[in-house]
Structure formats: C-alpha cells, structure tokens
C-alpha cells in the first residue's frame, strides 16, 4: 500500500510473524480492518491480541511481514498522528487532574500550537471529551481518586482528544463493573457513530457480539477466523440442522438414539448429537437434509420441523479455540 | 522541540509535586552548612598563619576553585538521582510510558524529553547552590576578615559552567536510556550512588594538583566525551520493544 492511495483500510497486516525470546508468538498474521468498522479482535489469554496491537501501534516491529496503518507504515511515527488508543494499562498520570491528563496530550499530539490563537476552542474540545464520558464534575480531581471505571473512560476520551479516525483499544472494558462497561460500551458506540473506525481487542463475545461488525479470531498467534460477523454466524449455522422429531415413546426414543450413529456414519455428517426430541447435526456443506429426512421416515421416526442452526459466537469461539471447525 | 518540552515541562511540575524533590533540596542544604564549617576552618587557618590579605586571596582562590567545581558536579549528580528515581520509574512502573510511545513522539523525543526534564533543574539547581555557597562563604567568612570577596579562577570557572553541565548532560542520557530498557532500575540507582561517590573520591588527587589549573577543565571534557561515546553506543539498544518488554518486571 502506498500514501496517497485511495483509502479504503484503517489497518492492514500482511504475513506478520512475530517472535519474542524463543517463542513465536505471531505466525503469518493477515487482515485488513476497512475504514468505518468496528472491528473486532477475539482471542483468548495468551493468544498473541496484545502483541497484535503492540505491532500495529509500531511498538513492535515485525520479524517478518507489514503493517500499514492508515495506509502509512506502522514504523512510521507519523503514522499514529490519526490513531487514538487504550492499552491494557491506562497510563494515565495519577498525580494529574483528568483535565490535566487530556491537556497532556493534547499538546502532545500538537494541539495547542494549531490553536494557540483559539485557545478556548482548545479548552472546549477537553471540555467536550470530558462531558462525552460524562467526567465534567471530576475533572479538576487527581486522577488518582478514580475508580477503574472512571479511569478507563478518561483513557477514552484522551484517545480522542485529537480527534483521530482510528481508534485502537486494547481490552476497555476489563476490571470495569457491569455499569461501567455498559457507559464504556456505549462510548465506542457513539465514536463509532462518528465514523470512526475503531479496533477492539477483546475476550468479552458478549461486548464483541453487540457492537463489532466484522471480527478475526486469534489463537496461539494463528488468525483461525476472518470476516463479516453475520457472514460468519450465517456460514457456520449453515452447516447445522436442527430437526424436530415427533417422537413420544420411549420405543421411538431408542430408535432415533440407534439413528445417532448411523447419521454419524455418513460422509457429509461431521457430528450428531440428540438433545430431547431434537437432532443436532453438523454437515460438510455437501450434503443432503432430505436424505436424512428419509432415514427417519424409513424408521417410522415423524418429523415435525427441519430448520438450519442460529450459532452464536460463543459457539463459533467455542468451536475454533478447541480446534473443532 | 514543543513536543520535547511538552514533555519536559510535564515531568518538571511531576517532580515538584514530589516528596523526593524537597527531600534532596534539604540534603543539599544539610550538606552545605557542614562544607561551610569545614572552609571556615580552612580559612580560619590561613589567617591564624598570618598571612596578608593578599597572600590569602591568592591562597583561597583554589580552595574557592575547587569548592565551586566538586560542589556543583556533585549537588548535579545527586539532583539527578533523586528527580530521576521518582519520574520516570513511576512512569515505567504505571506503565505509561507505554502510552506516550504509542504516539507520533519519535523515541529519541521522547528520550530527549525525558533527559532535559532530569537535566535542566539538576543542573540550574546544582550551579544555584554552588555558587550560592561560594557567595555564602565569602560573605560570612572572607569578607569580614579580608575585606573582599574571592572567587573561583577562570579555569574552574569554565569547568563548572561548561564541562560539569556536559558531564551531567550525557550522564543523564545514559542513565536515561538504561534504565529504559533495563528491568531492575535500582540497580541504576545504585550505580549512580556509587558515581557520585566514586568522582567525589577520585578526583580528589586530580584536584590537589590544582584545580586552578586549565588541566581541570580538559579533564573533564574528557569525562563529559567519553560518557557521551558510551551513550552514543548504549543508545542504540534502546528500542520500544525493549522499553516495553523491560517495563513488565
């Protein structure tokens, strides 16, 4: 990717591998994060999420493979001039007030120089960050005397104070009480509304379900998993079918339990299992309802509904951390 | 360079907020009345020999030479190890360093930052007192008893104002850039303690060959080159990687 591109990827990484003492912790990572998504980055403790945004935030660099952000170099220290980010610590400065904290950075970022003429319009845009995350009130106390759920949205809204199009944030809501991480979730919600194009590392599939529409799922520094979150949950509960059987005697019960295994012996079946009166069958993709419908039939077994399998992505999380898909 | 002083000014008003600060102010001021007492004795003695005013000007001007050049190489030393104990090993510890790299600071800014905000008020702190102190002594001590001031010549002079302030400049930047990538800081801390001890005893003998003397200031221009070729190649090592990875101890 060169500057000056037509944009259309927030982040790109091309065969990132990344190691660190003896231990790869990146194999051969490939994704792009398109402008305007929020994206998500699941993967469980110790999976290589941290080293990911350590790579894409120019911290580390790659042993081998790039990464752009913003279409620059992630090398590049001007490349982060339009990303903001929260890390896994805050970093924020305790001995500061919370306006302090943002005035900091602020100035870091270049801010005040650009508007040392409009210096009010400088104090309104902490003002405004702060009121976002609903500190207003708190803003002249040391950070110090913060709870962690204050603290983690005062880290929000210093990533946006320089009003960046890519925010990158790295576990926001862990440690924080439910309520927190409800205001915390709505925060990235209305940035996102904003049209920004934000990253989310996370292990909380609940928090990723709700807000992210494209996701990649890492594990032990592998991407199992790449793609449009609904895509994903429609192409997986695709190869699930869900048939309703009839049955009401303890006969009948026996029989379709003796189906089990014949249906698990097909080619196209990849599992079987029977929950009550339910049959819970995942198929290759090439194979056939109908023919199983049959077998049933044959077996006097009614069946009363056939519909395809809702996966969740719990349970897409669940099937590709443990190596089943 | 704003950034740099974003940073600098930063760390400064941390270190003002910190007990440490006050505390290596009041160590300073103990230390200064017990060297005012031992150069009362020493002048005292001049006199007791009964030499003229004159011959005691030309006696004390490198007592007053060595005073001011010890004095301000050590009172910089340890201005430094105490603001730079507290900053930036909070900042490591907090791990907010971690977030200030995260930004479009190069590395070299942010260690620049960094130094000058140990550097400078060491360095205006340790001339402050120095020559505080040689104002000090020649009024409550010479000046009464020889009805003048005596100061420093020019070589010691030149040594304090241009080759200690180099010396400590490039002293903080190696320890800056240590103790950046190195896991246990108090062993930084604790090379620096002995340093401050090591140059205080060591150039003991260099001084009694005479301070006044413009030996005094190749000396230590030679100190303030050699540290900054160490720091020039030490600097090298010095990575984000590092930093972070060293941060985690």
């Known amino acids: 990717m060169k500057q000056g591109d037509n944009l259309a990827e927030a982040i790109k990484l ?9 231990r790869q912790i990146l194999k051969d990572i490939n994704f792009a994060v398109k402008i305007g998504d929020i994206f998500g980055y699941l993967g469980p403790n110790g999976a290589g999420k941290t080293t990911t945004i350590r790579v894409i935030l120019g911290l580390f660099p790659p042993n081998s493979g790039k990464a752009y952000i913003m279409g620059k170099d992630a090398q590049d220290d001007a490349a982060r001039q339009k990303v903001g980010f929260v890390l896994e610590a805050d970093g924020l400065y305790d001995n500061m007030t919370a306006y302090e904290n943002l005035d900091y950075y602020c100035r870091i970022y270049g801010m005040s120089s650009a508007l040392k003429s409009k210096r009010h319009d400088d104090a309104e845009g902490i003002d405004e960050m702060l009121e976002l995350v609903e500190l207003s009130d708190r803003a002249g106390d040391n950070v110090s005397s913060y709870s962690k759920g ?40 209305n940035l996102a509304q904003r049209g920004k194009t934000i990253f989310l590392s996370s292990h909380n599939l609940d928090e990723v379900q709700r807000i992210c529409n494209r996701i990649a799922l890492i594990d032990q520094g592998e991407i199992k998993l790449y793609g449009e979150l609904e895509k994903l949950r429609r192409d997986m509960g695709r190869r699930e079918v869900i048939i309703e059987t009839g049955i009401t005697t303890t006969e009948e019960a026996r029989l379709l339990d003796g189906l089990v295994a014949e249906l698990e012996a097909l080619s196209y079946v990849t599992s079987c299992c029977k929950e009550a009166q339910k049959l819970r069958l995942q198929l290759d993709g090439r194979g056939d309802v109908s023919e199983i419908v049959a077998m049933l039939s044959q077996k006097s077994i009614g069946v009363e509904e056939v519909r395809k399998g809702e996966i969740s992505l719990e349970e897409i999380y669940a099937k590709v951390t443990k190596g089943g898909e | 360079m704003n950034q740099i002083m974003v940073i600098v000014k930063r760390d400064l008003r941390e270190t003002l907020r910190t007990k440490a600060f006050y505390v290596s102010i009041a160590m300073v001021l103990f230390f200064m009345v017990m060297l005012g007492g031992a150069v009362k004795g020493q002048i005292n003695t001049l006199i ?16 007053m030479g060595t005073t001011v050049f010890m004095l301000s190489l050590m009172l910089m030393m340890l201005f430094c190890m105490y603001i730079n104990a507290y900053t930036l090993t909070m900042e490591k510890v907090k791990r907010s360093l971690e977030s200030l790299l995260c930004t479009p600071l190069s590395l070299r800014q942010i260690c620049l930052g960094k130094s000058l905000a140990v550097f400078l008020p060491s360095v205006i702190l340790g001339l402050l007192f120095a020559f505080g102190a040689i104002a000090g002594i020649n009024q409550f001590f010479i000046a009464p008893k020889i009805g003048q001031f005596v100061m420093p010549g020019a070589a010691p002079l030149v040594a304090t104002l241009v080759a ?23 062993w930084i801390h604790a090379a620096l303690m002995g340093l401050i001890f ?21 000396i230590s221009l030679g100190v303030a080159a050699v540290l900054a070729l160490v720091t020039i190649y030490l600097s090298r090592l010095v990575t984000k990687e590092r930093i972070i990875l060293s941060s985690k101890g």
């Open chain 2, 198 to 218: 090591g140059v205080g005893f060591g150039l003991s003998p260099v001084l009694r060959f005479g301070s006044a003397s413009w030996s005094i200031v190749f």
């Open chain 1, 14 to 22: 091309e065969g990132i591998t990344k190691i660190l003492g003896n």
């Open chain 2, 164 to 186: 200690v302030p180099l010396i400590v400049f490039f002293l903080v930047t190696l320890m800056i850039a240590l103790q950046l990538i190195i896991t246990n800081i108090r």
């Open chain 2, 48 to 63: 007791e020999k009964g030499l003229s005013p004159a011959e005691i000007t030309s006696a004390a001007q490198p007592l």
């Open chain 1, 150 to 189: 204050m603290r983690q949205k005062l880290a929000l809204a210093r990533s946006m104070v320089h009003e960046p199009d890519l925010l990158i944030f790295d576990e926001p809501t862990a440690g924080v009480d439910p309520t927190g991480q409800i205001e915390v979730r709505q925060i990235i919600l």
